[in-house]
């Protein structure tokens, strides 16, 4: 029965979507028309606007849709005031905690004293080990971290999952010596280590904290396997003892509260090899300052000022190149976001998304998962018996817009007014035990496990074949009931296809129709399709960001190869949705051109040289250079007369086709 519904959604929007324009998104004053799109098209549509923009104080980076993450803010920030006003708020208890700041700096770290003595005595390997495990469910993360998970085996349910944690640093890469700028984020990853050592009262901190960083280098070593490689490695406690000797596997599985002779997986098993094999070789007192390291940075920011600034100086400054923090009360409202989300985003999405953006935006999902079917059943580098399974796994895909169907209720969870740190404490270990408890029973794929409907972003979760969009995400200027076509398909419905092809990319591709770990694709096809992606990944490794500075194509090949999927099967929607008719000429811009130019406005972001620099670190390339997967699309060079000599331009032979 999905086919008929869906065809009857595509319908009414193709009806509604000529008629209808009462709003044009694309922003014309930001572009810069003096710039052929041929030559550098981020900076035709958004080259007006990448001189203005200014980039806040409290971050490194000011994109497009700021106004939406403005105002999802203010938004929330309301609901917590007036939560705030509550005595019997469970919401506006955890924020009161946060912005009493004076209490706050009254205690100090007197209230990390209890863990911080504990962790100072521990005078054996094994008892550090088991240490790390008890203070993993407070929220701590070292190299013993792991937990519940979707079962890669089973569908619906949940299994033990081991997996690689515990950097100081977060990304492997600023471990490794050929980093740019890999060097000095390890040089103030060490001071700010030695500082928070000495607050722990050890009077050698400069030197500790060089052991702990060179221990950490150690850690880092070891690659991660590939997003395409499957690996089913499941384990006993026997077989964890046996594999990597010397530390007390069944203390620190009776310390993570697992259940006793459980079996479980391992995500990186020579990550952990290695790992293991670098904590039985470490100096005890390493591993003891690494400990409270770990332990110090995770309650930094609920302890005093000094602290939590140390943090601050560290996170933001250094990794994301923030000028400045952000205010209490927005650091307050992440807080209850962290560990009652659904206290407050339930009255958010009541108050701020409309029964209409909710039908639109589904309606628009529809229109795009079909145009992706008909690309399915077009692409040349599948076979038959793979098109089809492909085709059966995109029609399970569930697509949740703007909330969820249901709201968690974090029963027997309380807090107090005057003790932050206790409250943080009581709520790591009760999202940890809470977990637990879902062991052994059926999950809910339509539960949200990625974001909040105050978030302005969206995701795709493979292992239960669904994406989200919240309602945060779902309003000006990314997207609006009201805007035409081209608006409605360049930037939202380029959305939901590049997280509809997620499911199919490297990793996804490695799940079947259910979810489950499973290669469905023949060797040959996961040849091909890795022989198209090779041929991006070149085209990335070729643009420079920086002077000296290029794109490292194979960390950002998943997200871009989603980029221009996305921007194809958009494209398609979007011309059928018109029904063989032209939208009219607005601001001179014909309706195909309007149709690119707000796929590249809604990809404007705009660095400093500290926040450009940690860009390098993460799987999305920068929005200038996500926007020239256009020269991969004919249609883009039929919209702009795109000829030879101009910088983008590709022959059709090299143009990159895979979706």
């Known amino acids: 029965m999905q086919a008929p519904i869906i ?3 595509v319908a009414a929007l193709a009806f509604s979507a000529v008629p209808a324009m009462t709003a044009n998104a694309v922003d014309v004053t930001g572009m810069d028309r003096s710039i052929r799109p041929g030559d550098d098209f981020y900076l035709y549509a958004n080259g007006g606007w990448q001189k203005t923009a200014v980039i806040p104080p409290d971050s490194g980076v000011v994109y497009g849709d700021n106004s939406a993450r403005k105002m999802a803010r203010e938004r929330m920030n309301a609901i917590l005031a007036e939560e705030a006003e509550k005595p019997t708020s469970r919401a506006g208890t955890l924020f009161r905690s946060f912005m009493n700041e004076s209490e706050v700096n009254r205690l100090g770290i007197s209230p990390a004293k209890p863990a911080l003595n504990d962790i100072s005595g521990l005078a054996t390997r094994d008892d550090i080990a088991e240490a790390m495990a008890r203070y993993a469910r407070l929220g701590v993360h070292t190299l013993f971290s792991g937990g519940p998970s979707d079962d890669d085996h089973r569908v619906g349910y949940s299994t033990l999952y081991w997996w690689s944690d515990g950097l100081g640093m977060g990304e492997r890469g600023y471990y490794l010596a050929d980093t740019p700028g890999g060097s000095q984020a390890a040089e103030a990853y060490a001071a700010y280590a030695e500082k928070l050592l000495f607050a722990a009262g050890i009077h050698d901190a400069h030197r500790v904290a060089k052991d702990v960083l060179a221990f ?9 396997p590939e997003s395409d490689e499957v690996i089913y490695d499941e384990v006993s406690v026997a077989d964890l003892t046996r594999r990597m000797p010397g530390i007390p596997w069944a203390r620190v599985i009776h310390a993570f509260g697992w259940p006793e002779g459980r079996r479980m997986r391992i995500d990186e098993p020579n990550v952990m090899s290695v790992r293991a094999k670098a904590f039985v070789e470490a100096p005890v007192e390493t591993l003891r300052a690494y400990l409270l390291i770990r332990f110090l940075d995770a309650y930094a920011p609920y302890l005093s000022t000094d602290l939590s600034r140390a943090h601050f100086e560290f996170h933001d400054a250094v990794l994301l190149g923030a000028g400045a923090e952000k205010s209490r009360a927005e650091r307050a409202v992440k807080l209850v976001q962290d560990f009652i989300p659904d206290d407050v985003e339930a009255i958010y999405a009541a108050r701020f998304f409309s029964p209409s953006s909710k039908a639109r935006m589904e309606a628009l999902a529809a229109a795009i998962k079909e145009a992706f079917a008909h690309r399915l059943q077009n692409v040349t580098w599948m076979d038959e018996a793979t098109r089809s399974r492909a085709l059966a796994k995109l029609k399970n895909v569930i697509i949740e817009v703007g909330y969820p169907s249901t709201w968690h209720d974090y029963s027997g969870l309380t807090f107090s007014n005057s003790n932050l740190f206790d409250n943080v404490e009581r709520a790591n270990r009760w999202t940890w035990d809470d977990k637990l408890t879902h062991l052994d029973k059926p999950l809910d794929r339509h539960e949200w496990t990625c974001l909040y409907p105050s978030t302005v972003n969206a995701c795709s979760d493979t292992s239960r074949l669904a994406l989200f969009f919240p309602a945060a995400y779902l309003q000006k ?24 092809t997620h499911q199919f990319d490297p990793g996804g591709s490695t799940r079947d129709e259910n979810g489950l770990r499973n290669p469905w694709w023949p060797d040959e096809v996961r040849r091909a399709f890795v022989g198209r992606t090779d041929q991006l990944v070149a085209q990335y490794n070729g643009y420079e960001i920086a002077p000296g500075v290029r794109l490292d194509g194979k960390r950002t090949i998943t997200e871009n190869t989603a980029d221009l999927g996305g921007l194809n099967i958009a494209f398609d929607a979007y011309r059928k949705a018109l029904g063989g008719h032209d939208l009219p000429i607005v601001d001179g811009l014909a309706g195909d051109q309007r149709f690119f130019i707000a796929y590249a406005q809604a990809r404007r972001a705009k660095f400093n040289d500290s926040r450009l620099r940690a860009q390098l670190q993460n799987v999305h390339a920068p929005g200038h250079q996500r926007a020239f997967e256009v020269r991969n699309v004919d249609a883009w060079y039929a919209a702009f007369d795109v000829q030879p000599g101009a910088a983008l331009y590709l022959s059709p032979a090299a143009r990159v086709r895979i979706w």
């Not at 950490?216 to 991660?224: C, D, G, Q, V």
């Not at 200027?477 to 509809?500: K, M, N, Q, V, W």
């Open 477 to 500: 200027p990314i997207f609006d009931p009201a805007y035409d076509a081209a608006d409605l398909y360049g930037r939202i419905g380029a959305t939901i296809g590049h997280e509809l």
């Open 7 to 9: 065809k009857t959604l």
């Open 216 to 224: 950490e280098t150690r850690l880092a070593s070891p690659k991660p």
